[in-house]
Protein backbone atom coordinates (compact mmCIF):
# COMPACT_ATOMS: atom_id res chain seq x y z
CA UNK A 1 0.00 0.00 0.00
CA UNK A 2 1.40 3.57 -1.03
CA UNK A 3 1.75 5.68 2.30
CA UNK A 4 2.23 9.23 2.24
CA UNK A 5 3.93 11.19 4.89
CA UNK A 6 0.89 13.60 6.41
CA UNK A 7 3.86 16.52 6.35
CA UNK A 8 3.50 16.40 1.93
CA UNK A 9 -0.52 16.12 2.90
CA UNK A 10 -0.56 19.08 4.55
CA UNK A 11 1.40 21.07 1.95
CA UNK A 12 -0.30 19.97 -1.02
CA UNK A 13 -3.67 21.12 0.99
CA UNK A 14 -2.14 24.59 1.49
CA UNK A 15 -0.79 25.34 -1.90
CA UNK A 16 -3.93 24.08 -3.49
CA UNK A 17 -6.23 26.17 -1.20
CA UNK A 18 -3.82 29.09 -2.12
CA UNK A 19 -4.29 28.88 -5.29
CA UNK A 20 -7.91 29.08 -5.55
CA UNK A 21 -7.76 31.78 -2.26
CA UNK A 22 -5.93 33.90 -4.62
CA UNK A 23 -9.01 33.46 -7.74
CA UNK A 24 -12.88 33.56 -5.72
CA UNK A 25 -14.63 36.20 -5.98
CA UNK A 26 -14.16 37.40 -2.20
CA UNK A 27 -10.20 37.53 -3.05
CA UNK A 28 -8.10 37.15 0.05
CA UNK A 29 -5.65 39.79 -2.17
CA UNK A 30 -2.68 37.46 -0.61
CA UNK A 31 0.24 39.32 -2.53
CA UNK A 32 3.79 38.28 -1.97
CA UNK A 33 2.37 35.79 1.01
CA UNK A 34 1.17 34.03 -2.36
CA UNK A 35 5.18 33.62 -3.36
CA UNK A 36 5.47 33.29 0.05
CA UNK A 37 3.93 29.71 0.11
CA UNK A 38 5.34 28.53 -2.80
CA UNK A 39 8.69 29.48 -2.07
CA UNK A 40 8.22 27.78 1.64
CA UNK A 41 6.65 24.83 0.78
CA UNK A 42 9.28 23.69 -1.80
CA UNK A 43 12.39 24.99 0.71
CA UNK A 44 10.83 21.71 3.04
CA UNK A 45 10.14 19.45 -0.03
CA UNK A 46 13.63 19.73 -1.20
CA UNK A 47 15.38 20.09 2.30
CA UNK A 48 13.64 16.01 3.07
CA UNK A 49 14.93 14.19 -0.45
CA UNK A 50 17.74 13.48 -1.74
CA UNK A 51 18.93 13.05 -5.51
CA UNK A 52 16.94 15.70 -6.99
CA UNK A 53 16.70 14.60 -10.90
CA UNK A 54 17.38 18.53 -13.08
CA UNK A 55 15.30 18.10 -16.16
CA UNK A 56 17.86 20.41 -18.46
CA UNK A 57 15.36 21.22 -21.43
CA UNK A 58 13.51 22.91 -19.01
CA UNK A 59 16.94 24.89 -17.71
CA UNK A 60 17.33 25.83 -20.96
CA UNK A 61 14.34 27.40 -21.56
CA UNK A 62 14.32 29.37 -18.16
CA UNK A 63 18.32 30.27 -19.56
CA UNK A 64 16.21 31.48 -22.75
CA UNK A 65 13.80 33.59 -20.87
CA UNK A 66 16.90 34.88 -18.39
CA UNK A 67 18.75 35.79 -21.74
CA UNK A 68 15.95 37.62 -23.26
CA UNK A 69 15.75 39.93 -20.63
CA UNK A 70 19.66 40.59 -20.01
CA UNK A 71 19.98 41.96 -23.97
CA UNK A 72 16.86 43.70 -24.00
CA UNK A 73 15.94 47.44 -21.89
CA UNK A 74 12.52 46.26 -20.32
CA UNK A 75 10.72 49.25 -18.74
CA UNK A 76 11.09 48.88 -15.04
CA UNK A 77 7.44 49.19 -13.88
CA UNK A 78 7.26 45.56 -16.03
CA UNK A 79 9.42 44.06 -13.12
CA UNK A 80 11.12 41.57 -15.80
CA UNK A 81 13.20 39.63 -13.05
CA UNK A 82 10.92 39.88 -10.11
CA UNK A 83 8.62 38.16 -12.21
CA UNK A 84 10.95 35.81 -13.40
CA UNK A 85 11.51 34.67 -10.17
CA UNK A 86 8.39 34.09 -9.54
CA UNK A 87 8.38 32.20 -12.32
CA UNK A 88 11.30 29.89 -11.40
CA UNK A 89 10.17 29.58 -8.01
CA UNK A 90 7.05 28.21 -9.21
CA UNK A 91 8.06 25.71 -11.74
CA UNK A 92 10.79 24.52 -9.18
CA UNK A 93 7.68 23.58 -6.79
CA UNK A 94 4.94 22.32 -9.46
CA UNK A 95 6.60 21.80 -13.04
CA UNK A 96 8.90 19.99 -15.34
CA UNK A 97 11.85 21.44 -14.14
CA UNK A 98 13.31 18.64 -10.88
CA UNK A 99 11.59 15.39 -10.05
CA UNK A 100 12.66 13.64 -6.67
CA UNK A 101 10.40 10.96 -5.13
CA UNK A 102 9.20 13.51 -2.79
CA UNK A 103 8.63 16.25 -5.21
CA UNK A 104 6.69 13.25 -7.39
CA UNK A 105 4.00 12.40 -4.97
CA UNK A 106 3.71 16.16 -3.36
CA UNK A 107 2.72 17.41 -7.17
CA UNK A 108 0.19 14.04 -7.46
CA UNK A 109 -1.48 14.75 -4.26
CA UNK A 110 -1.71 18.52 -5.02
CA UNK A 111 -3.07 17.87 -8.48
CA UNK A 112 -5.75 15.41 -7.29
CA UNK A 113 -7.00 18.45 -4.22
CA UNK A 114 -6.94 21.21 -6.72
CA UNK A 115 -9.00 18.65 -9.31
CA UNK A 116 -11.33 18.23 -6.36
CA UNK A 117 -11.81 21.63 -5.08
CA UNK A 118 -12.45 22.82 -8.83
CA UNK A 119 -15.07 20.38 -9.17
CA UNK A 120 -16.65 21.21 -6.43
CA UNK A 121 -16.56 24.90 -7.15
CA UNK A 122 -18.00 24.90 -10.23
CA UNK A 123 -20.90 22.26 -8.66
CA UNK A 124 -21.49 25.13 -6.18
CA UNK A 125 -21.17 27.96 -8.68
CA UNK A 126 -23.83 25.78 -10.85
CA UNK A 127 -26.29 25.35 -8.00
CA UNK A 128 -25.99 29.53 -7.44
CA UNK A 129 -27.00 29.96 -11.01
CA UNK A 130 -30.00 27.24 -11.04
CA UNK A 131 -30.97 29.22 -7.27
CA UNK A 132 -30.07 32.79 -9.41
CA UNK A 133 -28.47 34.00 -6.34
CA UNK A 134 -26.98 37.13 -6.68
CA UNK A 135 -23.62 35.98 -4.51
CA UNK A 136 -22.62 33.83 -8.52
CA UNK A 137 -22.42 37.23 -10.05
CA UNK A 138 -20.20 38.94 -7.46
CA UNK A 139 -17.23 38.34 -9.78
CA UNK A 140 -16.12 40.39 -13.04
CA UNK A 141 -17.82 39.77 -16.59
CA UNK A 142 -21.38 38.22 -15.53
CA UNK A 143 -21.82 34.80 -14.20
CA UNK A 144 -18.37 34.16 -12.29
CA UNK A 145 -20.01 31.66 -9.90
CA UNK A 146 -17.55 31.51 -6.53
CA UNK A 147 -14.32 32.90 -8.91
CA UNK A 148 -13.11 36.31 -9.90
CA UNK A 149 -13.88 36.70 -13.47
CA UNK A 150 -15.96 34.43 -16.00
CA UNK A 151 -13.02 34.21 -18.27
CA UNK A 152 -11.54 32.13 -14.92
CA UNK A 153 -14.94 30.19 -14.50
CA UNK A 154 -15.10 29.17 -18.29
CA UNK A 155 -11.70 27.14 -18.04
CA UNK A 156 -12.39 25.72 -14.54
CA UNK A 157 -15.93 24.60 -15.33
CA UNK A 158 -13.83 23.01 -18.93
CA UNK A 159 -11.28 21.22 -16.58
CA UNK A 160 -14.21 20.09 -14.38
CA UNK A 161 -16.20 18.61 -16.93
CA UNK A 162 -13.16 16.36 -17.95
CA UNK A 163 -12.22 15.62 -14.48
CA UNK A 164 -15.91 14.29 -14.09
CA UNK A 165 -15.70 12.56 -16.98
CA UNK A 166 -12.93 10.76 -15.59
CA UNK A 167 -14.33 9.79 -12.91
CA UNK A 168 -17.16 8.68 -14.31
CA UNK A 169 -15.44 6.38 -16.83
CA UNK A 170 -13.16 5.35 -13.73
CA UNK A 171 -15.66 4.12 -11.58
CA UNK A 172 -17.54 0.18 -12.42
CA UNK A 173 -20.50 1.51 -10.17
CA UNK A 174 -23.54 2.41 -12.37
CA UNK A 175 -25.59 5.02 -9.98
CA UNK A 176 -22.20 6.66 -9.22
CA UNK A 177 -21.24 6.95 -13.10
CA UNK A 178 -24.71 8.12 -13.84
CA UNK A 179 -23.96 11.01 -10.93
CA UNK A 180 -20.47 11.79 -11.80
CA UNK A 181 -22.03 12.04 -15.85
CA UNK A 182 -24.19 14.87 -14.30
CA UNK A 183 -21.80 16.50 -12.62
CA UNK A 184 -20.13 16.69 -16.26
CA UNK A 185 -23.39 17.77 -17.38
CA UNK A 186 -23.30 21.05 -14.82
CA UNK A 187 -19.86 22.10 -15.57
CA UNK A 188 -20.95 21.85 -19.07
CA UNK A 189 -23.65 23.83 -18.59
CA UNK A 190 -21.24 26.59 -16.00
CA UNK A 191 -19.14 26.68 -19.21
CA UNK A 192 -21.71 27.82 -21.70
CA UNK A 193 -23.40 30.47 -19.15
CA UNK A 194 -19.27 32.08 -18.00
CA UNK A 195 -19.18 32.72 -22.33
CA UNK A 196 -15.57 31.64 -23.20
CA UNK A 197 -15.90 30.18 -26.85
CA UNK A 198 -12.67 28.60 -26.51
CA UNK A 199 -12.86 27.21 -22.88
CA UNK A 200 -16.31 25.44 -24.23
CA UNK A 201 -14.71 24.16 -27.18
CA UNK A 202 -11.22 23.14 -25.81
CA UNK A 203 -13.14 21.57 -23.02
CA UNK A 204 -15.51 19.80 -25.44
CA UNK A 205 -12.26 18.44 -27.98
CA UNK A 206 -11.04 17.14 -24.40
CA UNK A 207 -13.93 14.90 -23.99
CA UNK A 208 -13.95 13.84 -26.86
CA UNK A 209 -10.40 12.84 -27.15
CA UNK A 210 -10.55 11.12 -23.41
CA UNK A 211 -13.53 8.84 -24.74
CA UNK A 212 -11.89 7.97 -27.83
CA UNK A 213 -8.44 6.99 -25.99
CA UNK A 214 -10.81 4.94 -23.60
CA UNK A 215 -12.42 3.50 -26.58
CA UNK A 216 -9.93 3.52 -29.46
CA UNK A 217 -10.38 -0.58 -29.63
CA UNK A 218 -13.95 -0.40 -30.09
CA UNK A 219 -14.86 2.14 -31.92
CA UNK A 220 -18.38 1.38 -32.65
CA UNK A 221 -18.91 2.02 -28.91
CA UNK A 222 -17.29 5.29 -29.24
CA UNK A 223 -19.65 6.16 -31.71
CA UNK A 224 -22.71 5.18 -29.90
CA UNK A 225 -21.55 7.31 -27.17
CA UNK A 226 -20.95 10.20 -29.35
CA UNK A 227 -24.13 9.95 -31.57
CA UNK A 228 -26.15 9.50 -27.97
CA UNK A 229 -24.15 13.02 -26.36
CA UNK A 230 -25.60 14.83 -29.33
CA UNK A 231 -28.95 13.29 -29.11
CA UNK A 232 -29.40 14.63 -25.92
CA UNK A 233 -27.71 17.53 -26.25
CA UNK A 234 -30.38 18.55 -29.40
CA UNK A 235 -33.03 16.89 -27.07
CA UNK A 236 -32.56 19.10 -24.34
CA UNK A 237 -31.74 22.30 -25.51
CA UNK A 238 -34.73 23.64 -24.72
CA UNK A 239 -33.81 23.65 -21.38
CA UNK A 240 -30.13 25.12 -21.35
CA UNK A 241 -30.82 27.80 -23.95
CA UNK A 242 -31.14 30.53 -22.24
CA UNK A 243 -27.44 29.72 -20.49
CA UNK A 244 -26.14 30.43 -24.05
CA UNK A 245 -26.88 33.99 -23.66
CA UNK A 246 -23.77 35.30 -23.29
CA UNK A 247 -21.86 32.63 -25.75
CA UNK A 248 -24.61 33.91 -28.38
CA UNK A 249 -24.15 38.12 -27.79
CA UNK A 250 -20.16 38.19 -28.08
CA UNK A 251 -20.37 35.83 -31.46
CA UNK A 252 -22.52 38.49 -32.68
CA UNK A 253 -20.70 41.10 -31.68
CA UNK A 254 -17.98 39.67 -33.15
CA UNK A 255 -19.66 39.33 -36.59
CA UNK A 256 -20.63 42.92 -36.61
CA UNK A 257 -16.78 43.84 -36.10
CA UNK A 258 -15.99 41.75 -38.98
CA UNK A 259 -15.01 38.00 -37.98
CA UNK A 260 -15.84 35.85 -35.42
CA UNK A 261 -11.72 36.22 -34.01
CA UNK A 262 -11.68 40.40 -34.41
CA UNK A 263 -10.89 40.49 -30.24
CA UNK A 264 -7.86 38.55 -30.91
CA UNK A 265 -6.45 39.37 -34.48
CA UNK A 266 -4.80 42.36 -33.47
CA UNK A 267 -2.96 41.14 -30.12
CA UNK A 268 -2.33 38.23 -32.70
CA UNK A 269 -0.55 40.42 -34.85
CA UNK A 270 0.81 43.09 -32.22
CA UNK A 271 2.88 39.85 -30.95
CA UNK A 272 3.81 38.59 -34.67
CA UNK A 273 5.60 42.24 -34.84
CA UNK A 274 7.28 42.07 -31.73
CA UNK A 275 8.82 38.58 -32.58
CA UNK A 276 10.07 40.60 -36.26
CA UNK A 277 11.67 43.17 -34.11
CA UNK A 278 13.82 41.04 -32.25
CA UNK A 279 13.55 37.44 -33.58
CA UNK A 280 16.50 35.69 -31.96
CA UNK A 281 16.13 36.59 -28.26
CA UNK A 282 12.88 38.07 -28.12
CA UNK A 283 11.72 41.63 -26.95
CA UNK A 284 12.11 40.53 -23.09
CA UNK A 285 10.67 38.14 -20.74
CA UNK A 286 7.15 39.95 -19.31
CA UNK A 287 7.78 42.76 -21.77
CA UNK A 288 5.29 44.37 -24.44
CA UNK A 289 5.93 46.91 -26.93
CA UNK A 290 4.33 49.05 -24.85
CA UNK A 291 6.90 51.99 -24.07
CA UNK A 292 4.59 53.75 -21.01
CA UNK A 293 2.19 52.57 -18.43
CA UNK A 294 -0.63 54.43 -19.88
CA UNK A 295 0.18 52.59 -23.76
CA UNK A 296 -0.71 49.64 -21.84
CA UNK A 297 -4.02 47.92 -22.36
CA UNK A 298 -4.08 47.37 -18.63
CA UNK A 299 -2.42 49.30 -16.32
CA UNK A 300 0.48 48.88 -13.68
CA UNK A 301 2.54 46.87 -15.91
CA UNK A 302 -0.25 44.38 -16.67
CA UNK A 303 -0.32 42.88 -20.54
CA UNK A 304 -2.91 41.55 -22.62
CA UNK A 305 -1.33 38.66 -24.50
CA UNK A 306 -3.69 37.70 -26.58
CA UNK A 307 -2.11 33.87 -26.99
CA UNK A 308 0.60 31.98 -24.81
CA UNK A 309 2.01 30.13 -28.34
CA UNK A 310 3.02 33.98 -29.83
CA UNK A 311 3.94 35.46 -26.24
CA UNK A 312 6.75 32.95 -25.67
CA UNK A 313 7.63 33.46 -29.51
CA UNK A 314 7.57 37.40 -29.04
CA UNK A 315 9.40 37.44 -25.84
CA UNK A 316 11.71 34.75 -26.13
CA UNK A 317 12.23 34.39 -29.90
CA UNK A 318 13.59 31.86 -31.42
CA UNK A 319 15.50 30.69 -28.76
CA UNK A 320 12.97 30.42 -26.11
CA UNK A 321 10.36 28.77 -28.37
CA UNK A 322 12.86 26.22 -29.56
CA UNK A 323 14.00 25.00 -25.88
CA UNK A 324 9.94 25.74 -24.55
CA UNK A 325 8.90 23.27 -27.77
CA UNK A 326 12.03 20.65 -26.86
CA UNK A 327 10.82 20.63 -23.50
CA UNK A 328 6.85 20.17 -24.05
CA UNK A 329 7.23 17.35 -26.90
CA UNK A 330 9.94 15.49 -24.69
CA UNK A 331 7.68 15.51 -21.58
CA UNK A 332 4.59 14.74 -23.46
CA UNK A 333 6.96 11.66 -25.87
CA UNK A 334 8.13 10.49 -22.71
CA UNK A 335 4.44 9.13 -21.53
CA UNK A 336 4.29 5.36 -23.10
CA UNK A 337 1.99 3.76 -20.16
CA UNK A 338 -1.76 3.29 -21.60
CA UNK A 339 -4.01 4.19 -18.73
CA UNK A 340 -7.22 6.08 -18.33
CA UNK A 341 -5.04 8.80 -16.00
CA UNK A 342 -2.37 9.19 -19.38
CA UNK A 343 -5.37 9.87 -21.25
CA UNK A 344 -6.92 12.21 -18.44
CA UNK A 345 -4.00 14.07 -18.65
CA UNK A 346 -3.53 14.29 -22.50
CA UNK A 347 -7.02 15.42 -22.61
CA UNK A 348 -6.74 18.10 -20.31
CA UNK A 349 -3.43 19.07 -22.26
CA UNK A 350 -5.49 19.16 -25.43
CA UNK A 351 -7.74 21.62 -23.71
CA UNK A 352 -4.71 23.68 -22.50
CA UNK A 353 -3.01 23.40 -26.20
CA UNK A 354 -6.41 24.92 -27.72
CA UNK A 355 -7.12 27.12 -24.66
CA UNK A 356 -3.52 28.95 -25.14
CA UNK A 357 -4.25 29.95 -28.63
CA UNK A 358 -6.70 32.51 -27.69
CA UNK A 359 -5.40 33.39 -23.76
CA UNK A 360 -1.75 34.20 -22.61
CA UNK A 361 -1.12 33.15 -19.03
CA UNK A 362 1.57 30.60 -19.82
CA UNK A 363 4.36 32.82 -18.75
CA UNK A 364 2.22 34.75 -15.87
CA UNK A 365 3.09 33.74 -12.75
CA UNK A 366 0.49 35.06 -10.87
CA UNK A 367 -2.16 33.31 -13.13
CA UNK A 368 -4.21 30.28 -11.30
CA UNK A 369 -4.22 29.37 -14.99
CA UNK A 370 -0.72 29.64 -15.48
CA UNK A 371 -0.46 27.64 -11.58
CA UNK A 372 -2.72 24.65 -13.44
CA UNK A 373 -1.32 24.62 -16.76
CA UNK A 374 2.48 24.21 -15.49
CA UNK A 375 1.20 21.35 -12.53
CA UNK A 376 -0.25 19.70 -15.76
CA UNK A 377 3.48 20.15 -17.10
CA UNK A 378 5.06 18.63 -14.31
CA UNK A 379 2.80 16.11 -13.78
CA UNK A 380 3.17 14.84 -16.83
CA UNK A 381 6.66 15.05 -16.38
CA UNK A 382 6.84 12.55 -13.72
CA UNK A 383 4.21 9.93 -15.29
CA UNK A 384 7.26 7.25 -16.35
CA UNK A 385 8.28 7.01 -11.98
CA UNK A 386 4.82 5.79 -11.66
CA UNK A 387 3.40 2.64 -11.00
CA UNK A 388 0.36 1.79 -12.39
CA UNK A 389 0.15 -1.88 -11.26
CA UNK A 390 -0.06 -0.61 -7.36
CA UNK A 391 -2.41 1.26 -5.58
CA UNK A 392 -1.73 5.39 -5.97
CA UNK A 393 -3.27 7.98 -3.73
CA UNK A 394 -4.47 9.79 -7.13
CA UNK A 395 -4.95 6.54 -9.11
Not at 145 to 173: E, Q, R, W
Request: aromatic residues 16%; charged residues 10%.
Amino acid sequence: MFKTKTYINLIAVLVSLTVLANNTAISLGLGNAYYAVFILALVVLLISTIRPQVNWSMVFFILACYCSVLVNDIPYFYKPFERLAAFVIIIGLIGPLIKTPTLVTFRQLLFKYLNNLIVVMVLISFLGLLANSSLVYLGRGGFTGLFNHSMFLSPMAAISMITCVFYGNKTIVKPQKIVWYLFALSSFIACVTAGSRVALFAGILGVLYFFYKENQNNLTRYFKVLILILFIGAVSFPLWESYTEKIIEKMEYSEAQGGLLTTREKLWERRLDEFKSLPVFGIGYANDSSQTENDLIIGEGQIEPGTTWLVILAMTGLFGMITFLIMFFKTVASIKAKHSFVHYNKALLLFFVVHLMAEGYGLSAGSGLFFYFWLLLGVMYQIPNLSFKKKHPVL
